[in-house]
């Protein structure tokens, strides 16, 4: 069974918005701290945001105030909100579960990763 599934990513204009989604199996969000990364054509895969299980939120410099993480437990759900996009926001965004401890940007903490979703925005 796939821990953790993203949907939501397409084809947005510069200035649009989209909402990314990412569900996950079993207990594996439970009690555990979700981030997204992405990663841009060419480029490596970065940090963007992440949450805890009560909801303290992080993020990337390059995304505060356009970039709302969040996350509903009872649906086993994290979101994001993603609002005036650029075109430098074209990359796959992949969610990830960090089990253990340790700072939330660092990808090679995370457990388990999606399969990532492509957000692609146009000029």
């Known amino acids: 069974q796939v821990p953790l599934i993203e949907s939501g990513g397409g084809l947005v204009q510069a200035g649009g918005s989209l909402r990314l989604s990412c569900l996950g199996s079993?207990?594996?969000?439970?009690?555990?701290?979700v981030g997204w990364f992405r990663q841009a054509p060419g480029k490596e895969r970065k940090f963007v945001a992440a949450i805890s299980w009560m909801s303290e939120t992080y993020y990337d410099d390059s995304v505060k105030g356009r970039l709302t993480i969040s996350r509903d437990n009872a649906k086993k759900t994290v979101f994001l909100q993603m609002s005036d996009l650029k075109r430098e926001d074209t990359a796959i965004y992949y969610c990830?579960?960090?089990?253990?401890?340790?700072?939330?940007?660092?990808?090679?903490?995370?457990?388990?990763w999606g399969q990532g979703t492509q957000v692609t925005v146009s000029s």
């Open positions: 079993g207990g594996t969000l439970s009690k555990n701290i």
């Open positions: 990830a579960v960090k089990v253990g401890s340790g700072d939330y940007s660092l990808q090679w903490l995370y457990d388990y």
